[in-house]
């Protein structure tokens, strides 16, 4: 979907996102949906606009999907962090999970215009959850995909091309987003072969602004303390090498803080 | 500016005066540097900070939310970097962005209480503190302070025994007992000058293709509109028990309507939670849409509104 957002789209780069209301009014629905930016462009016919990839599976991103051309919608964006872009022109490597691959080709394109070699590989359980728009292709060197059921492109998983294609192209990064078991699956790949690697993380989040502390996921700092950062704020798009992987569910032991959880001291009325 | 001048939106609690009866709710904005990039502070009755433990506290583990209909489920534990970080940190910035600050404070035991209490003592920002001893994301259900009358009363005297001077002590009530009236005479007889009423309700969901609880913490707090009702009830019963006893009402307020209705009910103060998540301006716009209604109503000042519904 295309958004026509002004100045909006001016600031908007790859692995930004943005949130909108969804159900109108006296809608039930209270929280904004988060979307990854597609694309953004600052001119065109009607100024500054977003594209978005909405796949509509819930009711929130279904009202969204119904809306007809000319509606208003309620956006705030751009949010969060976005892909570091190399200084230099260096061998990419960008790997898309999904519909979650939809930032990826903005990213693409810009890296294309910094002289960057890209290669692209998109995955998915069957075909029809592969997103990769045709224009896509068209600044990428190669693209390869893969299903799970052998549908389309190579039967498996992204990860098991992956190793083949940084040999191949010589990657130096890989910039990553999907699902966080796959997110997990590529940074291990990508500390076997000592490749940087970008990810955008996915967590449950309310506000998207930074002020309700649901979307945190764990993160190392510079001095090595993992903490429970914001992904509205400290991502979507982190280091890779600085996720603690697997914590959906659990606090990982040495988290700042987690003794003060679990710790059950009992009231003393005569204290 | 010409509608402050002309109608008194004044409001109070304990000594202090605030020019804006709207204020944030603990939890729902950050340290304030987060919604400062969509409002000046300084436009907020005052700036309620999320709940802040002695010690960093890493919260609980993701999922984390889960929204319902008309609300959402929060299972954040509390998350904070301990109150030494914030007043080093957080206090510092409110205060160089003229915030009035309204510092919410948590404890396990009444010695973190106390502790924290004799930490904020002289903090030019700071305009109250509200003692939230009632939040359900805690992992022993025994420790929230507010379901227990005689536990409420002994937070509340070891704040008031170690805070000094006049700062307003707002005590947070928890919506999930028997009687919250009996709660709210205790912490009163205790020292507290006014009432934040109501925190979260605690609620649960079950992700059915899971088959497992939605959140990692299987329980948490429910907010918005869906628990307003429960608010409106909260603070109804709380004033006609104790009218002079100021309320900070909370509990699904979206709109200038909403805020009116707690205002009626009893409210001398209403904080915007679960409506900032949905819209980072939500405080604004409420505090605009009360202002109208109230004008329009014919108040000459919100003091006259406060309890107005009560027969």
């Known amino acids: 979907m295309v958004f026509s957002v002004g100045e909006m789209a001016l600031h908007a780069k790859p692995g930004n996102f943005v949130a909108i209301s969804v159900g109108g009014n006296s809608s039930a629905m209270v929280l904004r949906r988060a979307f990854a930016i597609y694309r953004a462009s600052d001119r065109g016919n009607f100024g500054g606009t977003i594209e978005l990839v909405v796949a509509a599976h819930g009711s929130g991103s279904r009202w969204l999907s119904e809306r007809a051309i000319h509606d208003r919608v309620d956006m705030v964006g751009p949010l969060g962090t976005s892909f570091g872009i190399p200084t230099e022109p260096?061998?990419?490597?960008?790997?898309?999970?999904?519909?979650?691959?939809?930032?990826?080709?903005?990213?693409?394109?810009?890296?294309?215009?910094?002289?960057?070699?890209?290669?692209?590989?998109?995955?998915?359980?069957?075909?029809?959850?592969?997103?990769?728009?045709?224009?896509?292709?068209?600044?990428?060197?190669?693209?390869?995909?893969?299903?799970?059921?052998?549908?389309?492109?190579?039967?498996?998983?992204?990860?098991?091309?992956?190793?083949?294609?940084?040999?191949?192209?010589?990657?130096?990064?890989?910039?990553?987003?999907?699902?966080?078991?796959?997110?997990?699956?590529?940074?291990?790949?990508?500390?076997?072969?000592?490749?940087?690697?970008?990810?955008?993380?996915?967590?449950?989040?309310?506000?998207?602004?930074?002020?309700?502390?649901?979307?945190?996921?764990?993160?190392?700092?510079?001095?090595?303390?993992?903490?429970?950062?914001?992904?509205?704020?400290?991502?979507?798009?982190?280091?890779?090498?600085?996720?603690?992987?697997?914590?959906?569910?659990?606090?990982?032991?040495?988290?700042?803080?987690?003794?003060?959880?679990?710790?059950?001291?009992?009231?003393?009325?005569?204290? | 500016m010409s509608d402050f001048q002309s109608f008194d939106f004044r409001t109070k609690f304990g000594s202090r005066y605030f020019p804006s009866p709207i204020f944030t709710a603990s939890g729902c904005a950050g340290s304030g540097k987060e919604l400062a990039q969509f409002f000046d502070l300084d436009e907020l009755g005052a700036v309620v900070?999320?709940?802040?433990?002695?010690?960093?506290?890493?919260?609980?583990?993701?999922?984390?939310?889960?929204?319902?209909?008309?609300?959402?489920?929060?299972?954040?534990g509390l998350q904070g970097p301990g109150i030494d970080q914030f007043l080093a940190n957080d206090i510092p910035w409110l205060q160089s962005k003229g915030a009035r600050v309204i510092v919410s404070?948590?404890?396990?035991?009444?010695?973190?209480?106390?502790?924290?209490?004799?930490?904020?003592?002289?903090?030019?920002?700071?305009?109250?503190?509200?003692?939230?001893?009632?939040?359900?994301?805690?992992?022993?259900r025994g420790l929230v302070f507010a379901c227990d009358p005689v536990a409420s009363r002994a937070v509340i005297e070891a704040v008031r025994r170690n805070i000094g001077g006049d700062y307003p002590i707002i005590a947070k009530l928890s919506p999930d007992v028997t009687d919250i009236v009996s709660i709210a005479r205790e912490v009163v007889a205790a020292g507290a000058d006014g009432l934040a009423l109501i925190n979260t309700m605690l609620g649960m969901v079950i992700d059915v293709d899971a088959v497992r609880p939605k959140l990692a913490g299987i329980t948490g707090g429910l907010s918005g509109p869906a628990i307003r009702p429960v608010?409106?009830?909260?603070?109804?019963?709380?004033?006609?028990?104790?009218?002079?006893?100021?309320?900070?009402?909370?509990?699904?307020?979206v709109s200038g309507r909403d805020a009116l209705e707690l205002i009626f009910a009893g409210a001398s103060g209403v904080s915007i939670g679960t409506a900032t998540f949905g819209n980072p301006t939500a405080v604004i716009k409420v505090k605009e849409e009360l202002l109208g209604l109230l004008r329009s109503k014919g108040f000459k000042s919100l003091q006259d509104a406060i309890g107005a519904a009560h027969v």
């Open chain 2, 49 to 76: 900070t999320k709940s802040i433990a002695v010690k960093p506290r890493s919260g609980r583990a993701t999922p984390r939310m889960a929204e319902t209909p008309s609300g959402m489920l929060n299972s954040i």
């Open chain 1, 90 to 271: 260096v061998s990419a490597l960008l790997v898309g999970g999904g519909y979650g691959s939809a930032p990826l080709f903005g990213l693409a394109e810009v890296l294309k215009q910094r002289g960057c070699r890209v290669d692209i590989v998109l995955g998915a359980s069957n075909a029809n959850k592969i997103y990769a728009p045709l224009e896509g292709k068209r600044s990428v060197n190669t693209m390869t995909l893969t299903t799970e059921d052998g549908g389309a492109g190579v039967k498996g998983k992204v990860t098991d091309v992956l190793p083949q294609l940084i040999e191949k192209h010589n990657t130096e990064i890989i910039y990553s987003c999907g699902p966080m078991a796959m997110l997990e699956a590529v940074d291990k790949i990508s500390q076997h072969f000592e490749v940087l690697h970008q990810c955008a993380v996915e967590e449950s989040m309310a506000c998207g602004i930074g002020v309700c502390m649901t979307c945190v996921i764990p993160l190392k700092d510079e001095t090595g303390t993992i903490k429970m950062q914001r992904s509205c704020i400290e991502g979507p798009v982190v280091d890779g090498s600085k996720v603690i992987w697997g914590s959906n569910r659990q606090i990982p032991p040495g988290t700042l803080g987690s003794q003060a959880l679990g710790v059950t001291s009992t009231w003393d009325p005569d204290s």
């Open chain 2, 105 to 140: 404070i948590s404890g396990e035991t009444v010695e973190e209480y106390a502790t924290l209490a004799r930490k904020l003592r002289g903090i030019n920002a700071l305009y109250g503190i509200e003692v939230n001893i009632s939040c359900p994301n805690v992992e022993n």
């Open chain 2, 231 to 253: 608010a409106v009830r909260a603070i109804y019963q709380v004033h006609a028990a104790l009218p002079s006893t100021p309320i900070l009402g909370m509990g699904g307020v």
